[in-house]
């Protein structure tokens, strides 16, 4: 196999497979392996743990969720807002590179954890290694690399995401059971650094400009045409923060990103409730994320061809209606309908934020606009499995907790289909595909 080489050679000009392949898929096929081992096996794998956290360490279904819920409020907010900062200053390269650590040390540590407190600062470095190379960075990236053809390339690297759920459930619950839970989460943090420092090093390169390209992979002579696909001013952070529309999108994706987490982190304890075994629930999980997949391509082209703000309320509203079909899980078939339905409208999840945000607000100020809308929407991503853990410790039942999430679903979609119009724009001028 013909080795990847630098995109530029000791001149600084962009080398000969640079000139064939616009470098910008480089970089989505490097934000794609980010999203599906710092989100993907994180996000959607670790849920499988669960259940041998509780039952060998004596966790409470509250106190799983407890430790990502104190990470994000102790590490995420403020390091998250950081995060946007160490963008514009030192690119995105260094700072995902530096979050690699961050995801990978701590898993392997998780292997020899006893106690709570234990699980609880663990968690709390996972969240640094996640905001640090996660959605913030690879959001931000991508924006960079593309402008006309912005949704499809983020609907590609977001695959990534949905690769890794659809992967992760399956083969957590193979390491589980072949070698423990223990060495299957150091497995999980050696493959995490054996894969992504290389793929740091080699491939991401944080913009166009640091090997003389231009976003989309224009020249200098359709730059001017081009630029016309996104005429708005960009506003800074105080007109934005000053502006409904910002406050709509971060209450929006706060309320359906917290509404998504909270059935994902408690998919597997509800499934094993209902009489599923955990490699059933694994199942059922793995096919949610693989229906992810198809809707983080539509979404993708949708997004390219429809006002973006309107495709998200769509999806977004779509995840919501679908949620009380949990409430038949019993049912094979109603679960299966759930997955299917509740999957594809995940696909719409995170990847539809940046570019409503861009659309809206312009990208000389997306860095540190997304960190607080992310910081935002995280609160509420870890906050919603925690408060739906309480209340199944209190009425032992899932029922009020999934009804109370897809109502919150439901006016998330609601409030991102408030967030105004962009101004009509001119066609792109034509760019070769991929």
Known sequence: MTPISSPESESGRPTPAAARIFYGWWIVAAAFLNLFFSVGFIYYGFP??????????????????????????????????????????????????????????????MGFMKHLWQYEVLCMLEVLGYTLAGPIANQVLVAQWFRARRGRAMGYAYLGLGFGGVISPSLSNFLIRTWGWRPALQIMGLVVLAVLFPVGFWITRSTPAEI????????????????????????????????????????????????INAVIQHFILFMKDLGYSTTSASHF??????????????VGYLADRYQKKNTMAVFYILVGVSIPLLLLGRHPAAAWAFAIAFGFALGADYMLIPLVTAERFGINSLAKLLALIIMGYSVGQWLAPWVVGRLFDTYHSYRIAWVGIAAAAIVGGASIYKVSAPPRMSAPAAIESP
């Open 212 to 259: 003389r390209l231009l976003p989309d992979g224009l020249n200098q002579k359709t730059e001017e045409n081009a630029f016309q696909v996104a005429p708005m001013q960009s506003s800074s952070v105080s007109i934005a923060l000053r502006s409904s529309d910002f406050w709509l999108i971060l209450a929006g994706s706060t309320l359906v990103i917290g509404a």
């Open 285 to 298: 999980l793995s096919a949610l994320l693989a229906a992810s997949l198809g809707g983080r391509i539509v």
């Open 48 to 109: 499988v743990f669960y259940p041998e956290f509780v039952s060998s360490l004596g966790f409470t279904r509250a106190q799983v969720g407890q430790g990502f819920l104190l990470g994000f409020i102790v590490v995420g907010l403020p390091f998250g807002l950081l995060a946007g900062v160490l963008i514009d200053r030192i690119g995105t390269r260094r700072v995902i590179l530096s979050g690699v650590g961050f995801i990978g040390i701590p898993l392997i540590l």
